[in-house]
């Protein structure tokens, strides 16, 4: 992993946080294969993103944060909450939350506006997206999509985000569509929005 850029190792270091509530500095060197420096300064980043709390020797989620994740009986999502890009509902299950470099999060309501969302934006720092089979949130960067099936989540076409390649391309023997990586889904987006 020691190719990771920084916003990618951000983004693995939340998806951690959120199934093993904390982790120590030493753990995310081990994993990460970089020093302690460059997994301070990922922490710095999340810290003043409000994302996670630096702890003695290693970090946990701010308490806003698990509750965005679903980790608290509090739901982040509410009625009010609405699409940066077109304006519709952000549901739970298909959002998509992006954060810039300044600490802002914009949500969208699915994948497919939060990859237009992010091609609008010059300063993105890292996205998250719910995983559509298990609801935790995974780094789009790494995710998998099924474009253009026939599920409907909300915008068309239909992009559905899911965890590995392996679940995607089941969804997709059962629902159709195309398994694509964020690149092959951001290029089919732009394609499809400039015709």
Same mark, same amino acid.
């Given at each position: 992993?020691?190719?990771? %850029?920084? #916003?990618?190792?951000?983004?693995? %270091? +939340?998806?951690?946080?959120?199934?093993? /509530?904390?982790?120590? %500095?030493?753990?995310? *060197?081990?994993?990460? !294969?970089? &020093?302690?420096?460059? %997994?301070?300064?990922?922490?710095?980043?999340?810290?003043?993103?409000?994302?996670?709390?630096?702890?003695?020797?290693?970090?946990?989620?701010?308490? #806003?944060?698990?509750?965005?994740?679903?980790?608290?009986?509090? &739901?982040?999502?509410?009625?009010?909450?609405?699409?940066?890009?077109?304006?519709?509902?952000? /549901?739970?299950?298909?959002?998509?939350?992006?954060?810039?470099?300044?600490?802002?999060?914009?949500?969208?309501?699915?994948?497919?506006?939060?990859?237009?969302?992010?091609?609008?934006?010059?300063? *993105?720092?890292?996205? +998250?997206? &719910?995983?559509?089979?298990?609801?935790?949130?995974? /780094?789009?960067?790494?995710?998998?999509?099924?474009?253009?099936?026939?599920?409907?989540?909300?915008?068309?076409?239909?992009?559905?985000?899911?965890?590995?390649?392996?679940?995607?391309?089941?969804?997709?023997? !059962?629902? !159709?569509?195309? *398994? +694509?990586?964020?690149?092959?889904?951001?290029?089919? +987006?732009?394609?499809?929005?400039?015709?």
């Amino acid at each position: 992993m020691t190719d990771m %850029i920084p #916003s990618e190792r951000q983004a693995q %270091i +939340l998806d951690w946080l959120q199934v093993e /509530n904390r982790l120590a %500095i030493k753990q995310l *060197v081990a994993r990460f !294969g970089v &020093s302690g420096m460059t %997994i301070h300064r990922d922490l710095d980043k999340l810290a003043a993103e409000g994302l996670v709390e630096k702890v003695h020797g290693g970090a946990v989620l701010c308490v #806003s944060e698990r509750q965005e994740m679903g980790q608290t009986a509090v &739901s982040p999502l509410s009625s009010q909450s609405v699409c940066k890009l077109c304006g519709g509902t952000v /549901n739970e299950r298909t959002q998509f939350m992006v954060m810039r470099q300044n600490g802002e999060k914009q949500l969208a309501c699915c994948p497919h506006c939060g990859i237009l969302l992010m091609k609008q934006l010059d300063d *993105v720092s890292s996205a +998250l997206t &719910s995983d559509f089979l298990h609801g935790r949130r995974i /780094n789009v960067f790494q995710a998998y999509f099924v474009m253009g099936s026939e599920v409907r989540t909300c915008c068309l076409p239909s992009t559905i985000c899911f965890a590995n390649q392996v679940e995607a391309e089941k969804f997709q023997r !059962g629902f !159709g569509g195309e *398994v +694509l990586d964020f690149t092959g889904a951001e290029a089919l +987006l732009r394609h499809s929005h400039q015709a």
